[in-house]
């Protein structure tokens, strides 16, 4: 336990079997702790961040560049990540931060304004409800939830408790990516029937690793937290527990999920009707249990009676561009460009990663690269000839930070009700992909329809107390 953790030694947080989402609390004790905070000109939103070790520390980054944030408290269950991230900060000449072993014990600091969650995705819903709860506003990191369920009551509890919620889907944060659509929407390539989204990765193999004792250090209880709890191996700790159900969504929900957002955004749709997918774990004979190849079809019946499609594919190793995204100069040189590229790249990106998207019409097509310098061209007509394009990046911590001070909901440009509607596709996409089968989707009562095998996989299971209740 932390010192700042034995400091704070009262938690109005109290684990009973029927609590709100895990956590109950005593008689004459709201769950929001302060009211909202009015910032004044100079004032700096003070932020925890939970989970620090790669894309938390990003998080750290970010903030710290911000004129109005501030990284007041950080949360870790590995002590050794946290020690040497303190290091990084104290180097980076930055104010040394609270420290939090049990996210819970954050969650009571009434000096924290925000939480921006970047722990392994089973903990994503879980730790954004428990800051709602708490009157906290929340950044949380892609995908938003590990099953469907997880993001039905985030929503709900960003309602409930009227706080600001970010999703980070940082594509909608991009100016070039915010301008193809709205070119998409106004007609550039006439109607738009189709978008493809692609996740081509080049991932190598992770092997087999044993079981071994829990390092010194790692809080492995805390870590598992809503998952089943297993004998601790390096493959399902850290970065690799993405390909493992317990804990991770596959490549469609790590990176596939900026992607998919971007395609359904563009194209103009909210839930599914029908999804299909088929994939396999090629090439690899390792631990891993997710799909390294995966190629998912959604069909979406639009209020004038036609119909759209999505088309997602996920592969994993030696692979081919699509509509020139990902090679090199995608976004230099291009007219009508907006300004220039972001001066560092979202993802190191290797030479023959293709991430991306393309949108198909009745006058053409267009195609965006949203990980390196957030770009996207246009081709128009039979000859397809270069139409308009732009890159421009953005900062979706900035907005984040902008909205939670002036409390406007509506200028979040990645509002966690589009980040549950996007997340629920990759969701679909692994349900369909485990049970071997097409699923109906009702989209107005979010349920596979006559197929409770599927709905019950969306749901999800938690190990006590680490639950997401029904009321919250």
């Known amino acids: 336990m932390s010192s700042t953790e034995k400091e704070e030694s009262r938690n109005p947080f109290k684990t009973t079997p029927n609590a709100g989402a895990g956590f109950a609390v005593p008689a004459g004790i709201t769950f929001i702790t302060r009211p909202d905070r009015v910032f004044g000109a100079n004032d700096r939103v003070r932020v925890g961040v939970c989970g620090i070790r790669g894309q938390g520390f990003e998080h750290i980054k970010e903030y710290s560049s911000l004129e109005h944030a501030e990284v007041a408290a950080v949360c870790d269950v590995d002590e050794n990540i946290m020690a040497g991230r303190l290091r990084d900060m104290d180097e980076m000449a930055l104010p040394q931060p609270r420290t939090f072993i049990d996210a819970r014990k954050l969650m009571e600091d009434k000096s924290i304004d925000a939480i921006s969650i970047a722990a392994p995705n089973h903990w994503h819903s879980l730790l954004a409800i428990w800051g709602c709860q708490a009157g906290k506003d929340v950044y949380v990191e892609k995908p938003c939830s590990h099953n469907w369920w997880d993001g039905h009551q985030l929503v709900k509890a960003a309602q409930k408790y009227n706080r600001i919620v970010q999703h980070g889907t940082n594509s909608r944060s991009d100016e070039a990516i915010i ?226 001070r002036s409390r406007k909901k509506e200028d979040l440009n990645a509002p966690i009700e589009e980040g549950h509607i996007s997340c629920t596709l990759v969701h679909l996409a692994n349900a369909s992909y485990r049970l071997g089968r097409t699923l109906n989707f009702d989209p107005v009562k979010q349920e596979v329809i006559g197929d409770e095998e599927a709905n019950r996989m969306l749901r999800g299971h938690y190990r006590e107390p680490f639950v997401v209740r029904e009321e919250v």
């Open 179 to 404: 301008e193809e659509v709205k070119q998409l929407h106004d007609g550039l390539i006439g109607e738009v029937y189709l978008a493809r989204g692609l996740c081509f990765n080049n991932r190598d193999t992770i092997g087999h690793t044993p079981v071994e004792p829990v390092p010194e250090g790692v809080h492995y209880d805390l870590w598992t937290g809503p998952a089943p709890l297993q004998e601790f191996t390096r493959n399902h700790f850290h970065y690799n527990w993405h390909w493992f159900w317990n804990y991770g969504n596959g490549d469609i929900g790590n990176q596939g999920i900026h992607q998919m957002d971007v395609a359904r955004w563009g194209l103009g749709v909210g839930f599914p009707n029908k999804v299909s997918a088929i994939g396999g774990h090629f090439m690899f004979h390792d631990d891993q249990q997710t799909p390294n190849t995966l190629n998912s079809v959604f069909e979406f019946e639009m209020p004038d009676g036609k119909r759209k499609m999505l088309e997602f594919e996920v592969r994993h190793w030696i692979s081919n561009h699509e509509a020139s995204i990902g090679t090199p100069g995608f976004g230099v040189s291009i007219p009508g460009f907006l300004g220039p590229p972001r001066k560092t790249p979202r993802r190191p990106s290797g030479p023959f990663d293709t991430v991306g998207n393309i949108f198909y019409g009745s006058k053409g097509y267009t195609a965006s690269d949203s990980e390196g310098s957030a770009s996207f061209r246009s081709w128009l007509g039979p000859a397809q000839q270069r139409g308009p394009g732009a890159t421009r990046g953005g900062n979706n911590w900035a907005n984040f930070i902008d909205c939670v």
